[in-house]
């Protein structure tokens, strides 16, 4: 490829934009960090710079010439970066978290790999002509997700381009000292075509080896891993290297731009100054621009208050919960843009509760199967959902989400709020939770305490007498995150309650994600409160007051533990003693959240009280498991 003079430009401006960043931040007129690609930009100009507008790139926080490179908005990057409202991203993400059309990146290493992946897979189920690259470093080859992805775009043929830049150095630590074999045997050893280029000593090879692995991966429609050698002049961030200078020095000298000015030093000069000019007038004319304000940011407009209303409540089904969610699934499916994600949840097998049993049968271009991998279920879901799709992923038990917590908590409930309100990523995690099978301390838990209080996060709790099909229902509107609990030991029960009707009136709010209220014929001042699994220990219960005559509470059954819906507010009365049963480990439960907000809401509840499990593993052992589990000895002495 010829060396232009817009090529030059392009370079120069890239340069001269990170060392304005380095400069404005010594000044105090940054906020945050800045990690510049000064001396790696070759690789930007090489990739981004050739990739069409309707491809997309998954960056990480070495991420501004990859921008630059893609978007040419170098202003919007600079109103970011000094935080103004007018930004990329409003200055709410600044260096590291930007977004722009199909541009996304990440300060969190590793991560953005299964999301390129995801959207790389979507763009192999449009079937359109579109590819992607995903930047890493060198550094990023001791994430073990950058495998498990690699495998999976392997496997799977994906359309995308890994992007290794090494810059020799993690960080401060050589790379060299701690990435054993070489990033070559890495990437072969998942059957990926590898390549190799470098941005030293003033050749621009690397822009005609790029654009043949474009070109590539764009007509054979599969993965290639492109290793560029190179290596960033400035400190990891701001001013923190401890590098030989000596070192340093050397790798100046082999610089692109280093050698072209003393080649062409007018040339150089004239472009230089030109650009530079241009730069510092636009971060002069930055300086007195707007910041966002506290209400802009949050977006803070008063909704009323709904009335809160009810129905009686007589769908009492007869079939299975695990047939009721098969069919909801299934209702799903119908929508092409639905797909169904997991560890064995194709047929023959149908997932280990045969939630999925004959869905990959009727949409075999809908259902997958993964490795057993939970950090790619839950980033390829991210990136899917991403790309327009609405994925639900499946993780085979509620104990490995915690393998998929970064996918959740760094990426997918961030999105939103981090790109400053401008995107979505509507996925579906759902999994089942829960003791009472014997399946012993990893088997058994009930986690779903761990993952409350995330940014723009649903966590959503079915339970065999509601229609599984209210809940999946609201998650399937919702364009943000969203996590269904499910309890195994409730697949097998129908939706039919046994307790006398005679003394109690069913009733359900019906709200978007409807609460259901069994009310005692007599009034009482005691509300028990519960979701998923426990519901049938707390009915038992009530079987056992009722006979004994003691004093009948309300039953409280919510479906969205996260965030607490203000209509369970409203169904609270004055002076209630306030019962939360649950089957988590004590100590930071789903009860102490609600308990502590309804108190904080509420200063005439009269008491209060949470039951949970004992703070220990769950044995397998049956005599133990149940002694472990909450005993709901729901007398009058629970109420102080």
């Known amino acids: 490829m010829q060396l232009t003079h817009k090529l030059i430009k392009e370079f120069i401006r890239i ?69 103004k409202k007018n930004g990329v991203c409003g200055g709410v993400g600044s260096s590291q978290h930007l977004q722009y059309r199909n541009f996304f990146s990440n300060g969190i290493q590793g991560g953005i790999l299964p999301l390129a992946a995801g ?92 654009l043949d692995t474009i070109n590539y991966v764009r007509e054979q429609k599969r993965p290639v891993f492109h290793l560029v050698n190179t290596y960033r002049l400035k400190a990891h961030s701001k001013g923190d290297d401890d590098r030989n200078p000596l070192e340093i020095e050397q790798y100046e000298l082999r610089d692109f731009l280093h050698l072209f000015e003393q080649n062409d030093p007018a040339t150089f000069n004239n472009f230089h100054s030109k650009i530079k000019s241009e730069i510092d007038a636009y971060v002069d004319f930055c300086l007195n621009l707007p910041e966002l304000t506290i209400e802009e940011y949050l977006n803070s407009s008063k909704t ?92 085979m038990f509620g104990d490995f989400m915690t393998l998929g917590f970064d996918q959740m908590l760094n990426h997918a409930a961030k999105i939103h709020n981090m790109y400053n309100r401008k995107i979505h990523c509507g996925v579906v995690y759902r ?9 012993g301390p990893t088997h058994s838990q009930s986690l779903e305490k761990h993952f409350l209080g995330m940014d723009t996060f649903c966590i959503l709790a079915v339970n065999r007498i509601l229609d599984p099909a209210l809940i999946f229902n609201y998650a399937d509107e919702r364009q943000d995150p969203t996590l269904i609990i499910e309890n195994k030991v409730e697949y097998g029960k129908n939706g039919k309650i046994d307790i006398p009707k005679s003394y109690f009136t069913f009733i359900v709010e019906t709200s978007s994600v ?53 209509e369970l507010f409203e169904l609270l009365g004055d002076n209630n003693d306030i019962i939360f049963i649950e089957e988590g480990i004590d100590g930071g439960t789903v009860g102490d959240y609600f308990i502590s907000k309804i108190v904080q809401r509420n200063s005439k509840i009269k008491s209060f009280k949470n039951i949970s499990s004992m703070r220990t593993a769950i044995p397998s052992v049956k005599s133990l498991e149940k002694e472990v589990l909450a005993k709901l000895t729901l007398d009058i002495n629970y109420i102080n």
Not at 28 to 39: A, D, Q, S
Not at 172 to 192: D, H, V
Not at 524 to 547: A, F, S, W
Request: charge should be negative; proline fraction near 3%.
């Open 514 to 566: 409807p609460i259901l209220i069994i009310k005692p014929t007599e009034e009482t001042d005691i509300t028990i409160i519960t979701y998923g699994g426990y519901v049938d220990h707390v009915l038992e219960k009530i079987e056992t007051m009722i006979k004994e005559g003691d004093r009948i509470p309300k039953v409280i059954i919510v479906s969205q533990i996260d965030p607490i819906q203000e």
């Open 304 to 395: 009323a208050v709904k009335n809160v209303e009810y129905e009686i409540f007589e769908n009492f089904s007869n079939e299975r919960l695990v047939n009721r969610i098969n069919n909801v699934l299934r209702s799903k499916l119908e929508n092409n843009k639905s797909i169904l994600i997991g560890e064995d949840i194709s047929d023959p097998y149908g997932g280990a509760f045969k939630v999925t049993k004959g869905l990959s049968d009727l949409y075999p271009e809908q259902v997958f199967n993964t490795t057993i991998s939970e950090a790619l279920i839950a980033g390829v879901s991210n990136g899917l959902a991403l790309r327009g799709f609405k994925p639900y992923a499946e993780f």
């Open 119 to 210: 959207f790389a897979f979507g763009n192999k189920l449009g079937q359109n002509n579109e590819i992607g690259v995903v930047y890493i470093g060198d550094g990023t080859l001791g994430e073990g997700i950058v495998y498990e992805t690699l495998n999976f775009i392997s496997i799977n043929q994906l359309p995308l381009i890994v992007v290794c830049e090494n810059n020799l150095y993690a960080q401060s630590t050589l790379s060299s000292t701690t990435t054993a074999g070489s990033i070559e045997g890495r990437a072969k050893a998942f059957g990926i075509e590898f390549r190799e280029s470098n941005t030293f000593d003033g050749q621009i090879d690397i822009l005609d080896e790029a």
């Open 15 to 83: 340069r001269l934009v990170e060392q304005t960043f380095l400069d404005l931040f010594s000044k105090g007129l940054m906020n945050g960090t800045v990690h510049t690609c000064i001396g790696q930009e070759l690789s930007a100009l090489a990739f981004a710079g050739q990739l069409r507008k309707t491809d997309f790139i998954f960056s990480n926080h070495r991420c501004h010439g990859h921008y630059m490179a893609y978007t040419n908005d170098w202003k919007g990057l600079i109103m970011e970066l000094m935080g």
């Open 431 to 439: 999994t089942p939770m829960g003791a009472g099978r014997g399946y």
